[in-house]
C-alpha cells in the first residue's frame, strides 16, 4: 500500500495538503545507549506522527528485546482529519531488555504502530553503566561527576553548547574516552545536519591536556594516560561548536582494556590468531586473540587475553589464504609475494610508507584486487585512505584507483601477459600510523551480483498493497538472470513471482494483503539466486542477501538513500487509499505501440486530498526505481496522474520500435499522497504483467 519517498520543499510552492496517516520518523533516543544484563526506559522522539497505537518492536540482532510502554494516548482505529500537521517531536517509550551475552554495538530498530511503521532508529548496547546527562546546564566550573566507567548519555543540543563532566582517576591509568553521536545519525531520515562531535580532557586549573576530533570518521576517540592522582574534566561539543535538541550521544570513559583498531584486520573462518591493539589494550608482552566468524563477510569480535575481553574490533572473514607484509617492501623490487587467490595483511606505518606485493597471473584473465579498510556505513574504520597501482617489476604503473567503495581503493585487472605484477598500496595523502591498517585481496575476478530493496519498509493495509523496487548490481562478467524470493512475512501477506532477466537491472515486488491480514510486523528476509560460470568453467549457484535502502530527507527536499540492515513489513488498519484498482491484468506491446491503462483509486472516507499515479519511483526528475521492460515507457503527455482529488486517471505505456521481445514482467501503478512537505506515501496497484511481441 505504501512506499514513502521524499517530496521537495519549497517556500515558493502553495503548502501541500497532509496526508492523514503519518508513519513515526524516529529522530532520536534518549538515552541512546542501554547497558547489558539490564533493563531501561527509553523515551522515542519521532516528528510527524505520534507512537499512540504502537504494538511491537523490531530490534536487529539478537540478545535485545523491546516493549511499548503504556500510552496515555488512545490507539486510533482510522486517521483523524483533525490530527496537527505541523512537524512538532512527539514521543513515546519503550521499555528495552538487553541480554547479559547480547553482542556490543548499534543495533537498528523500528517500531509498528496501527497507522504504518516507523524510520529507522539506533540504540547503542554498552557494558558500562549508564549514566543520563542532568537537565542542569554543566560549566567548566561545575561539570557533572561520573564514575570510571561509564557511559554518559547527552544531547548537543544548541549551538555554542558544550556539556562538561568530571571524573576521577589515577596516576598511570590508561583510559579510553569515546563519543557514539554522529554513526547513529546517517540512517535517520529526517535530520539533514548531522554533529561532529570533539572531546577534551582538562586538568582542574582548566588546562587542555589532550583532544580528539575525528577516530570513527566524525566521531572521537582518545586513549589518556592520566599523569597524577586527581580530578579531571571532558568537554562534548560539536567541532564548529553548531548543535540541535536531537543530537544525541554516548560518551564512553573506561580504563577497561579498549582497541581502537586491531591488527591483522583479516582472518580466515573460525581461526583464532595473535592480535596487536591499537588503544589501551596495547601493552608490551602480551599477546591478545582474535577469533573470526564462520561466515565469511566483515564482522566484529573482541580481542581476548586470559578470560579478558575488550570491545568487538572489525575483522575481515575470508577463505582465501593469507600473509602479512614483510618490510622492507617500499621498492617493487622488495614487494612480498602473494598468491593468487590470496590476501594480504599491511599497515601504512609512517608518512609517505610505500607497500608492495608481487603476484604471478596469466594473460587475459582479469584479477581483482581491493583494499578493505575504510568503508563508511560498516565497521571498517582503518585510518587509511587507500591509493592502489598495478606495476610492472620495473615501476611501470599499468592501472591506478582511489575510491571503489567509500575510501577503499580497488580495481580489476587483465593482464597483457603471462608473468609477474606488482600492487602497490599507499596512502592518498601520504599519512601513516599505527591506525592506518589494512588488507589487501587479490583474486581472480569471479562472476557475482549485488541486490538492493527500495525502499526498506512496507505498510500494508488489509487488502491493500504495497511496492518494492528490487535492483541487481551485475559484476565481473555475470550476464545471467537473477530470481529474487522474500521471506518471513507475517500472515496474509504475499508477493509476486520475480526473476530479473539478462537484459534488466530492475524487478518490481508488489507485497499485498489479504482482507482479513491481522495488525503484525516482522523482518523480511529478500534473497538473489542465479546461476553462473567460475573461473575454472565450472558450474556454480550464487545466492546473495538483499541490502535495505533507507530513505533518507537531504538538505533542499532531495531524496538521500543510505544502505541499512533490516527489511520490514507492518500491517496497518485501513489508511488513505484503501485500493488502487486497475483493469488490465496484462498488457502486449508491440514494437512502436501504445497501451493505455485505467486506474480507479478507491479512497478511504476520510481522504479527499490529492493523490498522484505512476508506475516510477522517481522524485525531483530523478528516477529511483524502474521496472518497464526494456524499450517500454510511459508516456507522459498521454498520461492522467494528476488526480487531484478525483478517483479516475490512466497510464500510458509506449513500446519503442526496437524494443526487444520480453515476457511477463511485472510492473504497477502507484498513487501517491503527501504528507507533508518532505515526503509521499505510495499505494500499489496489483501486478500488471507486461510483455512486448513482435
Known amino acids: 500500500m505504501r512506499t514513502a519517498i521524499a517530496l521537495l520543499c519549497v517556500a515558493a510552492i502553495a503548502p501541500v495538503a497532509a496526508a492523514q496517516t503519518p508513519f513515526p520518523m524516529i529522530t532520536h533516543v534518549s538515552p541512546v545507549a542501554v547497558q547489558r544484563g539490564t533493563t531501561a526506559d527509553v523515551i522515542v522522539e519521532c516528528r510527524t506522527s505520534s507512537l499512540a497505537g504502537a504494538y511491537k518492536v523490531l530490534i536487529e540482532g539478537a540478545g535485545v528485546t523491546a516493549e511499548i510502554a503504556p500510552n496515555k494516548e488512545p490507539a486510533p482505529k482510522v486517521p483523524n482529519p483533525k490530527a496537527p500537521t505541523n512537524p512538532n517531536i512527539l514521543s513515546g517509550t519503550l521499555k528495552v531488555t538487553v541480554a547479559p551475552d547480547a ?16 524510520s529507522l532508529g539506533q540504540l547503542l548496547i554498552v557494558d558500562a553503566p549508564v549514566v543520563a546527562e542532568k537537565p542542569v546546564p554543566s560549566t567548566m566550573a561545575k561539570p557533572h561527576p561520573v564514575p570510571v566507567p561509564s557511559v554518559v548519555c547527552g544531547r548537543i543540543k544548541a549551538p555554542e553548547a558544550v556539556d562538561y563532566y568530571s ?22 531520515h529526517d535530520l539533514q545536519k548531522h554533529a561532529d562531535p570533539l572531546i577534551a580532557i582538562y586538568d582542574t586549573e582548566g588546562r587542555e591536556l589532550a583532544a580528539a576530533d575525528d577516530g570513527y570518521f566524525a566521531d572521537p576517540v582518545l586513549t589518556f594516560t592520566v599523569p597524577k592522582d586527581g580530578e579531571y574534566r571532558v568537554s562534548v561539543r560539536d567541532a564548529k561548536y553548531d548543535g540541535d535538541p536531537r543530537w544525541a550521544y554516548a560518551l564512553s570513559i573506561t580504563d577497561a582494556p579498549r582497541a581502537v583498531w586491531s591488527f591483522p584486520l583479516a582472518v580466515n573462518p573460525g581461526q583464532s590468531v595473535k592480535a596487536q591493539p591499537v588503544g589501551s589494550a596495547a601493552v608490551a608482552g602480551k599477546d591478545w586473540l582474535i577469533t573470526a566468524p564462520t561466515t565469511p563477510s566483515i564482522h566484529t569480535a573482541p580481542l581476548k587475553l586470559n578470560g579478558t575481553e575488550t570491545n568487538p574490533v572489525p575483522v575481515v572473514v575470508t577463505p582465501v589464504p593469507l600473509i602479512e607484509e614483510q618490510e622492507p617492501n617500499d621498492t617493487p623490487k622488495q614487494a612480498t609475494r602473494v598468491t593468487l587467490p590470496g590476501g594480504a595483511n599491511g599497515r601504512i606505518g609512517t608518512k609517505r610508507d610505500l607497500d608492495h606485493f608481487v603476484f604471478t597471473a596469466p594473460k587475459g584473465r582479469a584479477v581483482r584486487l581491493e583494499v578493505f579498510a ?3 556505513g560498516t565497521s571498517l574504520t582503518s585510518q587509511l585512505d587507500s591509493q592502489i597501482d598495478v606495476m610492472t617489476p620495473e615501476g611501470k604503473v599499468l592501472a591506478s584507483n582511489d575510491d571503489l567503495n567509500g575510501k577503499d581503493a580497488g580495481l580489476t585487472f587483465t593482464p597483457p601477459s603471462d608473468g609477474d605484477y606488482v600492487v602497490r598500496v599507499r596512502d592518498l595523502n601520504n599519512k601513516g600510523g599505527d591506525g592506518f591498517i589494512y ?36 559484476a565481473n562478467g555475470f550476464t545471467g538472470p537473477v530470481k529474487v524470493d522474500a521471506q518471513g512475512f507475517p500472515a496474509g501477506i504475499s508477493v509476486n513471482a520475480l526473476t530479473i532477466p539478462a537484459n534488466m537491472t530492475q524487478g518490481l515486488l508488489v507485497v499485498s494483503a489479504a482482507k482479513n491480514a491481522k495488525l503484525d510486523t516482522s523482518v523480511v528476509k529478500i534473497t538473489g539466486t542465479a546461476a553462473a560460470t567460475n573461473e575454472r568453467g565450472e558450474a556454480v549457484q550464487l545466492t546473495r542477501t538483499a541490502v535495505a535502502v533507507e530513505e533518507i530527507y537531504l538538505p533542499g527536499g532531495g531524496r538521500g538513500r543510505f544502505d541499512a540492515d533490516t ?39 476520510q481522504y479527499t486530498k490529492d493523490v498522484t499515479l505512476d508506475v516510477l519511483l522517481r522524485h525531483l526528475n530523478t528516477v529511483y526505481g524502474n521496472p518497464l521492460p526494456p524499450g517500454v515507457t510511459m508516456v507522459e503527455g498521454k498520461s492522467k496522474t494528476l488526480l487531484g482529488t478525483g478517483s479516475t486517471g490512466y497510464i500510458t505505456l509506449k513500446a ?39
Request: net charge positive; charged share 25%; aromatic share 8%.
Open 567 to 605: 527489511i520490514a513489513v507492518a500491517v496497518t488498519n485501513p489508511s488513505d487509499l484503501l485500493e488502487i484498482k486497475v483493469k488490465q491484468p496484462r498488457v502486449t506491446l508491440k514494437p512502436g505501440e501504445e497501451v493505455r491503462i485505467d486506474v480507479e483509486v478507491v479512497r478511504g472516507p
Open 103 to 118: 553482542p556490543l554495538g548499534v543495533r537498528e530498530f523500528r517500531i509498528a504502530s496501527t497507522l504504518g511503521i516507523s
Open 439 to 474: 588488507y589487501l585481496e587479490c583474486d581472480f575476478a569471479k562472476p557475482d551480483f549485488a541486490i538492493k530493496c527500495d525502499p526498506a519498509k512496507a505498510m500494508i493495509g488489509p487488502g491493500s498493497r504495497t511496492a518494492w523496487f528490487v535492483q541487481v548490481t551485475r
Open 656 to 694: 519503442d520500435p526496437n524494443a526487444p521481445e520480453s515476457t511477463d514482467v511485472p510492473v504497477c501503478v502507484q498513487g501517491f499522497v503527501a504528507v507533508n512537505f518532505v515526503v509521499k506515501i505510495g499505494y500499489a496497484s496489483d501486478v500488471i504483467w507486461v510483455a512486448v511481441k513482435k
Open 374 to 376: 575504510r568503508r563508511f
Open 167 to 188: 571524573f576521577r582517576a589515577r596516576a598511570g591509568q590508561r583510559l579510553t574516552l569515546e563519543v557514539t553521536c554522529a554513526r547513529i545519525q546517517d540512517k535517520i
